[in-house]
Nanobody, 122 residues
Framework: QVQLVESGGGLVQAGGSLRLSCAAS????????MGWFRQAPGKEREFVAA????????YYADSVKGRFTISRDNAKNTVYLQMNTLKPEDTAVYYC???????????????WGQGTQVTVSS
């Protein structure tokens, strides 16, 4: 059974940092792109960042570019999201999601984790 477990969320003041982790089990995703998405209250889930299978390509939403960094450790089947200079508008539940293939262009798979809450106070 595939499981994606996000962790590292919490309450932080504006300007602070958090590092999210997403650990996969049940199968390896080392050959898949991985992405982070978020959903704020009353809003649709949106793309945040993505990384190709060998970390050669990284993509970011404009709203987080320059502040967030996605990375992965295929040996640990884990993807990370380093979030710096956090803003109140970053408050959301953050989810990881495997891609259908090695590159982001292959689309997104059906799996989602349970999410981790990030709250940024002003």
């Amino acid at each position: 059974q595939v499981q994606l477990v996000e962790s590292g969320g919490g309450l932080v003041q504006a300007g602070g940092s958090l590092r999210l982790s997403c650990a996969a089990s049940g199968r390896t995703f080392s050959n898949n792109a991985m992405g982070w998405f978020r959903q704020a209250p009353g809003k649709e889930r949106e793309f945040v960042a993505a990384i190709s299978w060998r970390s050669g390509s990284k993509y970011y939403a404009d709203s987080v570019k320059g502040r967030f960094t996605i990375s992965r450790d295929n040996a640990k089947n884990t993807v990370y999201l380093q979030m710096n200079t956090l803003k109140p508008e970053d408050t959301a539940v953050y989810y990881c999601r495997p891609g259908e293939g090695p590159t982001v262009g292959a689309g997104w798979g059906a799996y989602w984790g349970q999410g981790t809450q990030v709250t940024v106070s002003s």
